[in-house]
């Protein structure tokens, strides 16, 4: 990483109008949860828990959209896969955890009509949400794809978007934030979970096992020079020798790079979904016990005299 802090400035490696937004979006939130919370009905006090999770999803997004490894994500494909992994595998549940049922209750409210409720019905069932992400990450990494995107930066930034919002409502039905909003059953939703793992499969098969490199963006000086002059304030001279040289960023050969980013993906995915199975589980029990009710001292019943 010394290298790219020696080749780069601030506003290139730290983003600094992300890190803005994102700390707007962290005020809200605590203004929402504490001064405003009365203007939500039945609104109850948000716990340190729920908090610090939004607070991880704030810097998880952070990280894969606006770190150095967003710089370093456009020279090695392997730091672009942890970006995607800290972004829609990371920060997403995340958010999802740390946000009050009370506030996703009258968003939900809010902007329910006929209408609405007709298009939702469609976009945030499980097999449409099921579909839409692993569609999306998947046409992502179609080496044509990917590269025309990394080299539009108002197309990349939208994709990304696009990307988040999918995830979202993949996670959904994974954590279930709001039981009675388009539930699943726990185990519908642990067998929802097996199959998002097979469905990215492909794409991670695909990176890890091409015989050659599939994308321009990491192997032709010409392509990577177009896609990080969008990293840069403009007017700056692109750095050719993190390309290749002696001064390179690059540590691995192409294929090596991204096979490893493939790998990563997938085991970093398998980890966050095996997470979620436990937390799936946890929840199962916990209603499991609610239902056939705890034996306490009250229960038993005392010996007549």
């Known amino acids: 990483m010394d290298v790219l802090f020696e080749n780069f400035g601030f506003r290139a490696l730290w983003t600094p109008e992300l890190l803005i937004g994102l700390a707007v979006v962290g005020i809200v939130y605590f203004l929402m949860i504490t001064k405003w919370r009365h ?8 716990g340190l828990k729920q908090r610090i999770y939004f607070i991880l999803a704030l810097i998880a997004l952070y990280i894969g959209w606006g770190s150095p490894l967003y710089l370093a994500g456009h020279i090695m494909i392997s730091y672009h896969m942890t970006q995607m992994v800290f972004a829609y595998f990371i920060a997403t549940p995340l958010f999802l955890l740390g946000t009050p049922t009370w506030f996703l209750q009258a968003f939900i409210e809010r902007f329910r009509s006929p209408m609405t409720e007709r298009i939702f019905r469609v976009i945030w069932s499980p097999i ?11 046409f992502y990494h179609v080496p044509l794809m990917f590269d025309t995107l990394m080299q539009a930066v108002v197309l990349h930034s939208l994709y990304e978007y ?21 539930p699943l059953s726990d185990l519908r939703r642990v067998g929802y979970i097996f199959a998002n793992g097979i469905l990215i499969t ?15 963006t990491y192997t032709d000086p010409t392509v990577w020079a177009n896609v990080m002059a969008f990293c840069l304030p403009a007017g700056a001279e692109v750095p050719l020798s993190l390309f290749s040289g002696p001064n390179s960023f690059t540590f691995l050969e192409a294929r090596m790079d991204q096979q490893l980013a493939g790998v990563l ?34 229960d038993i019943p005392t010996a007549s005299r």
């Open 162 to 182: 696009l990307l988040l919002f999918t995830a979202l409502l993949m996670w959904w039905h994974m954590i279930a934030p709001l039981p009675n909003a388009f």
């Open 265 to 298: 993906m997938k085991i970093m995915q398998e980890i966050a979904y095996g997470i979620t199975i436990g937390y799936v589980f946890k929840q199962w029990l916990t209603k499991e016990k609610q239902q056939d009710g705890e034996l306490t001292i009250s």
């Open 202 to 216: 492909p794409a991670c098969a695909l990176i890890i096992f091409a015989g050659a490199p599939l994308y321009q």
């Open 128 to 138: 449409a949400a099921l579909f839409l992400f692993n569609g999306l990450f998947s």
């Open 39 to 46: 203007r939500f009905k039945s609104s109850t006090p948000v």
